[in-house]
């Protein structure tokens, strides 16, 4: 759901470190019946790679996040979970439009010449 955008983007950094076919298994993942995750458990493992283990213990230490990323793991109920959208743009175009009001992430030399005293 939320997070499926930043999991298909990290997991990027990883086509190259796998072959075409394990590549296609990781990208597989979010739509994974719940039963199918320990298998997916044992083949992170059988990669060996420790960049990708790492990455997986990061999602198994942080609970909250293979449900928000697998829909067989979450308890949102599925019609709720297929109106939402895959990416964050919304909110991240949200993001971006406050920082431009707000004047957030200048450089610094700008930052400084357009600070404004209280």
Request: glycine share 4%; proline share 4%; charged share 20%.
């Amino acid at each position: 759901m939320y997070l499926l955008i930043y999991y298909l983007s990290t997991i990027q950094d990883f086509r190259n470190l796998v072959s075409s076919d394990d590549f296609q298994h990781l990208q597989a993942f979010p739509y994974m019946k719940a039963t199918e995750v320990d298998s997916f458990m044992k083949f992170i493992d059988s990669l060996g790679i420790d960049k990708i283990k790492a990455w997986w213990l990061h999602k198994l230490h942080n609970k909250w996040i293979l449900p928000s990323i697998v829909k067989s793991l979450s308890k949102i109920y599925s019609e709720d979970w297929d109106i939402c959208s895959a990416t964050m743009n919304t909110g991240e175009g949200q993001h971006t439009w406050i920082n431009q009001l707000t004047r957030i992430g200048l450089p610094l030399k700008e930052a400084v010449e357009s600070y404004i005293p209280p």
